[in-house]
């Protein structure tokens, strides 16, 4: 796994990663919030050492489970398959643009980006909604400091994501007609977009983003179905219309644009009343837990939906 990478700490300030629990111990007692500035730092990213919606309670999933159980289809279909086949995939250099109804488009480097945004550590639970769950501590921004650079145009009404299209590095992007379409896409209403919540994510544990996790940049959209997660980013597009989106195309009877995480409305093929917590097994049937509303986002996020039939929005 790559190394560390952000611009800003030198290599002789990184926390090993065996280390990463026991310092969030100790900085438990700091103030919400508070950036790492004085002492040794693990990484530029500020800490929510309280519980919160920035800092979920559950036990962060071991770091062997984030890393070695993904969805990433541009590397193949079985859970290992990002892990063991996405070595060849070269995250720098990378360019991110920022287009469409924004009145400053542009194309930024990925370094220029990390440097030019203050990073945070957020732990959030991810749902995917093959009703498995994991609890995943992530170095990011918020993409709303990242919109307010762009200057959004009072047109702009959604975000339109796109990962990159590199077959030659990407082995599921040659596959044959059961294969999604490429580039996968992904999007957001705008006030999605803009909800503090929602993170880009550059690193998680403390380290650059693993290959199988999206590196260079994904995104982390804690309230909805893993999906929407878009990884390894190339293109951000402010738009009017709602933009496709890659699992929706494939099969609107099964995946919509929302995909806001709902117990009470089971997949057409199972069940979304509970979920297999990845990491937790136990001997007994233990590692399952009941799926909460807006996967427990619901006091940050229930507002953006007003009187909207959720039902009928999966
Ligand atoms: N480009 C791209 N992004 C993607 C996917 C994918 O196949 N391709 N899979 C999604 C799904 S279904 C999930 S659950 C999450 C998984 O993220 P993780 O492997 O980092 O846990 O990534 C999402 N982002
Ligand atoms: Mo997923």
Redo the contacts with the bound molecule.
């Keep these: 796994m790559a190394r560390w990478s952000y611009p800003r700490p030198s290599s002789s300030e990184i926390t090993p990663r065996g280390v990463w629990l026991s310092r969030r111990s100790l900085l438990a007692g700091a103030t919400l919030g508070m950036a790492v500035g004085a002492g040794p730092r693990a990484f530029a990213a500020a800490l929510h050492t309280r519980p919160g919606p920035f800092q979920a309670a559950e036990k962060p999933t071991p770091l062997e489970d984030?890393t070695h159980?993904?969805?990433?289809?541009?590397f193949g279909l079985d859970k290992t398959d990002?892990s063991t086949r996405s070595g060849q995939f070269r995250p720098r250099p990378w360019t991110v643009s920022v287009e469409g109804l924004v009145a400053r488009p542009r194309v930024w480097d990925i370094d220029a980006l990390i440097a030019a945004l203050p990073l945070e550590e957020r732990l959030y639970r991810?749902r995917?909604?093959?009703a498995w769950s994991?609890v995943?501590p992530w170095d990011g921004f918020p993409l709303a400091s990242l919109l307010a650079l762009a200057e959004p145009l009072g047109s702009a009404r959604y975000v339109a994501f796109e990962?990159v299209v590199r077959p030659a590095e990407m082995p599921g992007q040659t596959g044959g007609l059961d294969s999604?379409a490429w580039?996968?896409v992904?999007g957001l209403r705008l006030d999605e977009a803009m909800n503090p919540l929602t993170l880009l994510a550059v690193g998680l544990y403390g380290e650059t983003l693993p290959n199988?996790?999206?590196a260079p940049l994904?995104l982390v959209v804690p309230w909805k179905?893993?999906?929407?997660?878009?990884?390894?980013i190339t293109r951000i597009r402010l738009v009017e219309k709602m933009p496709p989106t890659?699992?929706n195309q494939m099969n609107p009877a099964e995946y919509g644009f929302f995909a806001n995480v709902n117990p009470e409305v089971d997949h057409p093929r199972w069940s979304q009343a509970s979920e297999r917590v990845i990491g937790a097994g136990g001997f007994f049937g233990g590692g399952r837990k009941k799926t909460l509303m807006f996967n427990g986002y619901g006091a940050q996020v229930a507002g953006l939906y007003g009187t909207m039939n959720l039902r009928s929005f999966y």
């Design positions: 984030v159980y993904n969805n990433f289809y541009e990002p991810m995917c909604v093959e994991m995943i990962s999604l580039p996968y992904e199988q996790n999206g994904r179905y893993g999906f929407k997660g878009i990884k390894s890659t699992w």
